[in-house]
């Protein structure tokens, strides 16, 4: 079983790019951005892109904020039964690398955009990782790129499993055997609007039981 999980309002009980803006900057960028992207005139990466552009703190601080953020309970026991399983764990993230490193275990391999701060300018800038490769212009999807080298580098025969919450997890969802959505969110409403199967969850101990079952034949 290979399991792909979100990282932003997933394993994190708040998405972080949410709170840095909100907090650093205030709301307007909510107004300004997410309404085109709702739209479809801009894709996801675009998003981050004007949304921290307008973002002057530096890193240091950035990282002092990131310790502040929650992370869903009961994270730390699928790890640990991906491990016992020896299931293939990874997480696929629109976030940025930097404050991902700084919430998730160490040796947990995990897929993003990447965030550097351009000091000349006092901003920061958004960019895609050099793996996998994806064409935007093309309409590829980063995460469903990720799921397509992880089935190609484990097997494609592996039955796989999606756990997110938001819009941008709509498309490697419907790649995936098995989704599990955060109850009442906008992946869950997704889901249901297009009639896939999903489970609803608030806790990964929820997750963890259904994954058992679905492994014992329940």
């Known amino acids: 079983m290979l399991i792909l999980c979100d990282f932003d309002g997933t394993i994190t ?22 309404p085109q992207y709702r739209a479809g005139r801009i894709n ?8 921290y552009a307008n973002l002057k703190t530096p890193l240091t601080e950035l990282i002092e904020h990131t310790k502040t953020i929650p992370l869903r309970p ?24 930097f404050y991902i490193k700084e919430l998730l ?3 947990l391999p995990f897929y993003s955009y990447l965030g550097e701060f351009n000091e000349a300018a006092q901003a920061w800038e958004v960019k895609m990782p050099d ?10 999807d980063f995460k469903v790129r990720v799921l397509e080298e992880l089935r190609r580098e484990y097997s494609a025969d592996l039955p796989t499993v999606f756990i997110g919450d938001g819009r941008n ?6 790649h995936a055997d098995y989704v599990f959505a955060v ?23 929820e997750v963890i039981e259904t994954l058992q079952e679905k492994i014992d034949g329940k």
């Open 74 to 97: 009961n994270f730390d026991r699928l790890v640990q039964l991906c491990q016992a399983r020896d299931f293939p764990l990874a997480i696929v993230s629109g976030g940025l690398d």
């Open 183 to 205: 109850r009442g969110s906008q992946l869950a409403r997704l889901c249901a609007e297009r009639g896939q199967p999903f489970t609803a969850f608030e806790d990964f101990a």
């Open 44 to 51: 996801h990466l675009q998003v981050m892109q004007k949304s």
């Open 13 to 34: 009980l708040k998405d972080v790019t949410n709170a840095f803006l909100d907090d650093f900057t205030g709301q307007a960028w909510r107004e300004a951005v997410l």
């Open 105 to 107: 275990p160490h040796d």
């Open 131 to 140: 793996w996998p490769s994806v064409n935007l212009h093309n309409g590829e």
């Open 169 to 174: 997890d709509g498309p490697v969802a419907s």
